[in-house]
């Protein structure tokens, strides 16, 4: 392997973990009051429902702003909202329940209605007697796409978004993943939290993967979500183009949505815009533990100092200047530190080859297929939990329907700092179709076989080089480390897979990997 550069000059940055941030004493903290079930009518004259916490002093804040489909109090206090830090700051929080669910009027149609309701929402907050006529908007997931859409329409109040584990386009990078459907994710949200909570499938929730005619039905709206394809005009009339306002995007490095956080950061053109990935997975509560393995104290949102950076972003925004912050703030895996960049990937990085040695026959077989273990998943209301995070992926690799490619021990300590992707030499027999699930893993001390990114690609039959993107990765991997890509022809119930058998042989393969700087420091 190439050696890494060594005059490139990043900031690393290793942060004391701080277990409990500390609420204001009761003496210093003011009076908050709050008022529930607060109306605000829409434009078509529908009345939804929000809680406000402000300051019981009766002057003028800015307001943070909440909105989401599950309830307005589940989702005004998690790592991205928690109005007993807001107040004393000096904001004001609106949670609201989105159209049509809670105890919000109208019928509900996901991401369809939210362009125009943010609009109105907005608006209607910063008219408020108690608001400084200045708004800006938190939360993740769905709660972070209402944000995209809301600052599309560009509301003249809106000063700034800060969406996490989330995207701005629903089709590649949140319904599907390299044309084929996130079928976990996207089945299991809709019968374990979005559908009608009275019809919710809470008691066997497993049983959406393969009812797709019984998803449909509990929610008819989500019909064109397996009927149209990425990129057709459904999903580009719901998609955001561009938004005026700063951003703050905040990803995770074992989250379904980190390939759209870091797309839609490479697009934005704000210099006041910023970008922080964390350790975590698709979680409102940011913690350390993602998965199995304990990813490092420094890497949890309180230790971070999350929720102060966020309120720092949005005073800045307010202001009109520059955030007093790094464009870009990484967590780096296996260092256990904390990377201070200018761009992503970090500059200078570069590109290098590895060869991967090793090879064999895979497939799939429909009744057995290839089970998905860790990463970028996200299972709702499943039992055994969401799916996501680091997992010793040594049942994986032991099976006989899954190939194991080996890279040569790395000679010096590397940072894997960028995109990865894996070149094989495949061959498909009988099938006019085939799936290639790839997960790259790095061997660590203790033996285990960690996960650090994964990808997959349908593509024809037949014999033929086939590239899989696996994503980006930080991690710093010490002098001896091999890298390992488990090779199969399913990974299941993560993506929905082929109905039909194949038989498919792998050899010859290559592992592009991107190589920054080292940090100075590591754990381990």
Not at 93 to 100: A, E, I, L
Not at 326 to 336: F, I, M, N, Q
């Amino acid at each position: 392997m190439a050696k890494v550069p060594t005059h490139l000059s990043l900031r690393t940055v290793q942060l004391p973990h701080v277990p409990n941030v500390p609420f204001p004493r009761s003496d210093e903290m003011p009076a908050i009051h709050l008022e529930t079930d607060v109306s605000i009518i829409l434009r078509d004259g529908t009345a939804t429902r929000a809680n406000v916490w402000r300051g019981a002093d009766g002057g003028q804040t800015p307001a943070i702003l909440v909105r989401s489909p599950y309830t307005k109090e589940v989702e005004e206090i998690t790592a991205f909202c928690d109005p007993r830090r807001a107040v004393p700051a000096g904001f004001a929080v609106v949670s609201q329940d989105v159209r049509g669910r809670g105890r919000s009027a109208g019928a509900f149609t996901p991401f369809v209605q939210e362009f125009a309701d943010g609009y109105d929402t907005v608006q209607a907050v910063a008219a408020m007697e108690w608001c400084s006529g200045e708004v800006v908007m938190c939360g993740d997931s769905y709660v972070g796409a209402v944000q995209w859409l809301a600052a599309a329409t560009r509301p003249p109040a809106l000063r700034a978004i800060a969406p996490a584990f989330t995207a701005s386009r629903y089709d590649e990078g949140w319904t599907y993943r390299s044309g084929v459907l996130e079928l976990a994710f996207v089945t299991s949200w809709i019968a374990g939290a979005l559908a009608e909570p009275s019809d919710l499938w809470l008691d066997d929730v497993e049983r959406a993967y393969a009812d797709r005619e019984g998803v449909v039905a509990l929610a008819p709206w989500a019909k064109s979500w397996f009927d149209e394809p990425p990129g057709s005009a459904y999903w580009d009339r719901i998609a955001v183009e561009s938004v005026s306002v700063p951003v703050l995007a905040i990803g995770g490095w074992y989250d379904i949505c980190l390939d759209a956080t870091l797309r839609d950061f490479a697009r934005d053109q704000n210099p006041r815009s910023r970008l922080i990935i964390g350790p975590w997975a698709h979680d409102d509560w940011m913690p350390y533990l993602v998965g199995e393995r304990n990813l490092g104290s420094a890497g949890s949102a309180d230790a971070l100092g999350f929720f102060d950076r966020q309120l720092s972003f949005y005073r800045a925004a307010i202001d009109g200047v520059d955030p007093d912050s790094p464009r870009v703030t990484a967590y780096v895996l296996g260092a256990r530190s904390w990377l201070e960049l200018e761009s992503w990937p970090p500059p200078g990085a570069s590109t290098h080859e590895l060869r991967l040695n090793g090879g064999g026959a895979c497939g799939l077989d429909p009744r057995n297929p290839v089970k998905a273990l860790g990463g970028r998943s996200l299972r709702v209301n499943v039992a055994g939990g969401p799916g996501w995070g680091q997992f010793d992926q040594r049942p994986v690799a032991a099976r006989p329907d899954v190939v194991t490619l080996s890279a040569a021990p790395l000679p010096e300590t590397t940072l894997l700092s960028g995109p990865v992707a894996v070149t094989l030499e495949t061959h498909t027999e009988d099938c006019e179709t085939a799936d290639w699930a790839c997960t790259l893993c790095f061997e660590h001390a203790d033996g285990a076989l960690l996960n650090l990114c994964e990808g997959l690609r349908r593509v024809q039959g037949g014999s033929n080089p086939v590239e899989v993107a696996l994503g980006d990765v930080c991690v710093e991997l010490p002098a001896g480390s091999t890298l390992h890509v488990l090779v199969a022809g399913a990974s299941y119930p993560r993506w929905e897979p082929l109905p039909h058998p194949t038989r498919q042989a792998v050899r010859a393969s290559s592992l592009q990997v991107t190589l920054g700087p080292q940090p100075s420091t590591g754990q381990g």
